[in-house]
């Protein structure tokens, strides 16, 4: 009998541990969303000090400010305007630290399409969302 109470218990326990070790789920999800568009808009509006404003610190310890912005400007400059951001996933990964959103988008330029991933992170101790992970990819041309 006390396998059976053992293997019971492993049932309700084991799925806390393939979740990330979270008992909760991350609940900023709207706010979340809403700092994606913010950041898209800015980026359609070629408005560099708008969508620099939505980094955090965390993003800025590992790339300058000028060079991200370099980086972003480069974009406006090799595929044009921005016309279209569509999303293709979205994950809630909540931490011990805090809870991470993490968005793919394939952006639609001009003169070209790329792929974006975002993450946005909101720390335990910090009430503000802010971008703390960006990496875009040139899709091949086919």
Request: proline share 3%; with cysteine.
């Amino acid at each position: 009998m006390p396998l059976k109470r053992l293997f019971i218990a492993l049932f309700f326990i084991l799925p806390l541990f393939v979740n990330g070790c979270s008992i909760y789920d991350a609940s900023n999800q709207v706010e979340a969303d809403q700092l994606v568009s913010q950041y898209h808009d800015a980026l359609k509006a070629n408005n560099l000090d708008a969508v620099l404003a939505l980094y955090g610190p965390e993003f800025f310890k590992d790339h300058s400010s000028t060079g991200w912005r370099h980086t972003l400007a480069a974009l406006h400059e090799r595929y044009g305007s921005l016309k279209q951001a569509r999303k293709s996933f979205m994950q809630k990964d909540p931490r011990y630290r805090g809870d991470y959103y993490i968005y793919g988008y394939t952006l639609v330029f001009e003169n070209g399409t790329i792929s974006e991933v975002i993450t946005v992170f909101k720390g335990i101790e910090n009430d503000k969302l802010t971008i703390a992970g960006h990496v875009f990819k040139a899709r091949a041309a086919g």
